[in-house]
Structure formats: structure tokens, C-alpha cells
């Protein structure tokens, strides 16, 4: 029998009333807005149509072998170099001691082109977060962010430069979509912060890289062909991959329910985190653009069927904002929303923000906070308070905690 569902837009009970002071997304002009009738919404079309050059891990191993026949090289080379790119961290041909001298160049030039030049490193929460910018080959650039915890090191990456979401509290948003990062483009920023790892770049001394999240610049859903070939460079093991454990990389989405439906047939057991940030749709529809196109009911649907198909327990990550979704009857919604499509294959992180005075992007307050969690847990809902270490964008698209993050620091200058 199929659970009985309660209607969006609705309080599904009366016991937690609706609050009078109702803040809304659309109370501000979107972050980065450039002129005052500027509306947040979404737009798929990249603004270039360049793509990087080829490069080795753009190719599966045949084609690999099969690009260097035709330069001349034979294919047991490919083995080799690939060898050294997922377990030794190593792209450059020139610094290859086991590549004959001769073939460094063509190398360099035909199969493993520099792809991302470093511009510059800032250090945070004392040299145990390093966020890195990237520069591309046609000058866009991109962020990524490496953060070591206790247990594990984590680097949030970017899928694409700019981004086509149009989310309000998001810079990035308003920027629009520059272009799709290629498969190579992605995994160099995992090489390259795996190399970091081990060279002891990071505070605490050498280490290993053991998690990857898209949660940085992008949707990584929108990119799905290139998505598909970095969780192989991402999973599999050499010469075909890093080789790290599925259950450590993590999708996050705003919605593209097709996305999620493709991400599930490709049988890889990555974590899915969905973006939420609203229960109902007459918030989430101003707060995610991407939600007047698949509605909070149709998003969970294709959350909860991921779950049926991997067996992983999805992420649902809310970041709490002071009067505009952090309602007790809002926490009672997501429950009922969860628990109407089975119990145990969710958990909510609630992510805390710091405080922005002025702006309607800022934080709860401590007693809205715990009585958020309480209306959660009481429901049966697994419910982890994020612990966001100031700088950490672990937890949400990344860009609503950044940001606010971002805004703080400069209140701090
Ligand atoms: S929050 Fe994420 S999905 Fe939304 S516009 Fe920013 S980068 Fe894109």
C-alpha cells in the first residue's frame, strides 16, 4: 500500500502554528545582483562554447592506448602514465623518470596538457582548511577547498565555472554558467589536492586524501557526461582510478530530478545530498529556482527511490535562515515529508549560519535552532547539526554557508 502523502504547500498538522514574520528570498535583490530588477532564476545556456583540450583521463584505458598508437607511442604507455597520475599524483611528463626523454614532449603536448595553473592559496581555521583557486585554460576560474578533519580529509570540488542555478544568496548564481569543466578539469583539482595531501601542505603534517564532495562552484548534474567519467576516475582503482571508496564521494544537487534518476542507474554508491532548504514549495520556489521545474514532492520521490536503488541513506541539507525557513511547522513538514515515503533513509543537516547583520541571509537564532532539531528528532527523523568550522562548505551546495562565511570574514577585516 502506498504511504499516504501529505499535500505540499500545506502544514501537514496545526500543532506547530505558522509564525507571523515571514522573511522571503525575494525581501533582497539576489547577492551579486548588478542592476535592481534583477531576478533570480535559472539559465542552462553555458556563455562560452569552448572546451579544454583532451587530455588522458578524459579517455577510458582503450582509448587511451589507442590516442598514443597514433602518435606513435606504443600502448603499454598508457598503463604507465596512468599509473603515475592516479597513484603517484604525477601529470607531467618532463618529471617522469620512467618515460624515455624523447617522448616527454609530444607527451606534454598531445596526451597530458596542463589543464589548471594554481593563482592562489588562502589558509584557513589554522592551516587545516586550504581553499585553492584555479585558473582554466580560456581564464575561467574555479575553487576548490581541502579540509582536514580527525578522521578523514575532504576536498570540495567545483563541476562547472559559474553556474546556471540562479539561487539568490549565491553569487555564483547571478554570474550565470560560463561553461561545463571537462571530466579532466575536475579530476586534476582531486589530483591536485592529493598530491597536497601527501606533500603535508596541510596543517597536521602528510596525509591521505579520503573524501570528495561536489559542493563547490556548479551543479555537478548539469554536467552529467563529465560527472560520470570523473566518479569512474574517482572510484576505480589503478590505473583507472584513484581508487576511493564510493561511500566517500559525495553528489550534491539543488534538484535536477532526471539527473538523480541518472546518477542512480549508474550503479556507483556515492552519497546523495539534496540541497533542500525548504519543505514547501512556496518558499523553495523563490529560495532554489530550479524548483518552479520539479517541485519539492517529485525532488524527495527521486531522493528516496536513489535510496531504494543504492542503498545509501541521502543527505538533506537545510541551512537554517533567521525567519525565513527555521520554523517549528517547517521541521514538522520535513518530517512529515520524509516519514510519508518510509522511515530510515534520510538524514536532515541542519547547518547553522553566522551571522550576516543587514542582510537576509543570516543566521538563527540559538533557540530556533535547537527547537528546528527538536521538531525533527522527535519526529524519528536522524537529525546531525552541521559543525561548520567556520570556512567549512561541507554540508550544503557549499555557496549558502560560503557566503556567509565570505560576508563575516569581511565584517572581521
Ligand atoms: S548555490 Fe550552488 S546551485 Fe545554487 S547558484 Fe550557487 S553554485 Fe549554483
Same mark, same amino acid.
Given at each position: 500500500?502506498?504511504?499516504?502523502?501529505? $499535500?505540499?504547500h500545506q502544514p501537514v498538522r496545526s500543532r506547530h502554528a505558522r509564525s507571523a514574520r515571514q522573511v522571503m528570498p525575494t525581501d533582497q535583490l539576489p547577492e551579486g545582483a548588478r542592476s535592481k530588477d534583477a531576478r533570480a532564476r535559472v539559465s542552462m545556456r553555458p556563455k562560452r562554447r569552448g572546451k579544454a583540450p583532451a587530455h588522458m583521463v578524459d579517455l577510458t584505458m582503450e582509448a587511451r592506448k589507442q590516442a598514443l598508437k597514433e602518435m606513435g607511442i606504443p600502448g603499454f604507455r598508457a598503463d604507465q602514465l596512468s599509473r603515475q597520475y592516479f597513484t603517484h599524483f604525477e601529470a607531467n611528463p618532463e618529471l617522469m623518470s620512467d618515460i624515455p626523454q624523447q617522448l616527454r614532449a609530444p607527451l606534454r603536448e598531445g596526451f597530458l596538457p596542463q589543464l589548471v595553473e594554481h593563482v592562489t592559496t588562502q589558509k584557513a581555521d589554522g592551516g587545516y582548511t586550504l581553499k585553492h583557486?584555479?585558473?582554466?585554460?580560456?581564464? !575561467?576560474r574555479v575553487e576548490s577547498v581541502l579540509m582536514r578533519y580527525p578522521k578523514r580529509t575532504t576536498l570540495c570540488i567545483s563541476s562547472q565555472a559559474g553556474c546556471g542555478m540562479g539561487c539568490p544568496f549565491c553569487a555564483t548564481g547571478q554570474m550565470g554558467l560560463t561553461r561545463n569543466l571537462s571530466a579532466a578539469e575536475i579530476l586534476e583539482q582531486v589530483r591536485l589536492a592529493a598530491k597536497a595531501c601527501e606533500r603535508g601542505d596541510? $596543517?597536521?603534517? $602528510?596525509t591521505r586524501l579520503t573524501n570528495v564532495v561536489f559542493m563547490g562552484m556548479g551543479e555537478p548534474l548539469a554536467n552529467f557526461g $563529465?560527472?560520470?567519467?570523473?566518479?569512474?576516475?574517482?572510484?576505480?582503482?589503478?590505473p583507472n582510478g584513484f581508487g576511493l571508496s564510493a561511500r566517500n564521494v559525495t553528489v550534491s544537487t539543488v534538484g535536477l530530478v532526471p539527473g538523480i534518476k541518472?546518477? !542512480?542507474?549508474?550503479g556507483y554508491p556515492v552519497t546523495l545530498a539534496v540541497s533542500l532548504h525548504a519543505p514547501d514549495d512556496e518558499l523553495r520556489d523563490?529560495?532554489?529556482?530550479?524548483?518552479?521545474?520539479?517541485?519539492?514532492g517529485e525532488l524527495l520521490d527521486a531522493a528516496r527511490e536513489y535510496f531504494v536503488k543504492t542503498g545509501r541513506r541521502v543527505s538533506i541539507e537545510y541551512a537554517l535562515i533567521r525567519d525565513m525557513n527555521d520554523h517549528p511547522w517547517r521541521a514538522q513538514l520535513l518530517a512529515d515529508q520524509l516519514n510519508a515515503r518510509g522511515h530510515g533513509w534520510a538524514h536532515v543537516n541542519p547547518i547553522p549560519l553566522n551571522p550576516t547583520p543587514g542582510s537576509i541571509w543570516t543566521a538563527s537564532t540559538r533557540a530556533a535552532q535547537e527547537e528546528f532539531v527538536s521538531?525533527?528528532?522527535?519526529?524519528?527523523?536522524?537529525?546531525t547539526i552541521r559543525d561548520t568550522r567556520g570556512s567549512d562548505i561541507d554540508g550544503a551546495?557549499?555557496?549558502? @554557508?560560503?557566503?556567509? @562565511?565570505?560576508?563575516e570574514e569581511k565584517t572581521h577585516d
Open positions: 500500500m502506498s504511504p499516504q502523502r501529505p $499535500a505540499l583557486l584555479w585558473s582554466l585554460f580560456d581564464g !575561467a596541510l $596543517a597536521g603534517g $602528510a $563529465a560527472l560520470k567519467n570523473v566518479l569512474k576516475g574517482l572510484i576505480e582503482e589503478p541518472k546518477l !542512480a542507474a549508474l523563490p529560495l532554489i529556482p530550479i524548483n518552479s521545474r520539479w517541485k519539492v521538531v525533527l528528532r522527535g519526529a524519528g527523523i536522524s537529525t551546495c557549499g555557496q549558502l @554557508a560560503t557566503k556567509v @562565511a565570505k560576508e
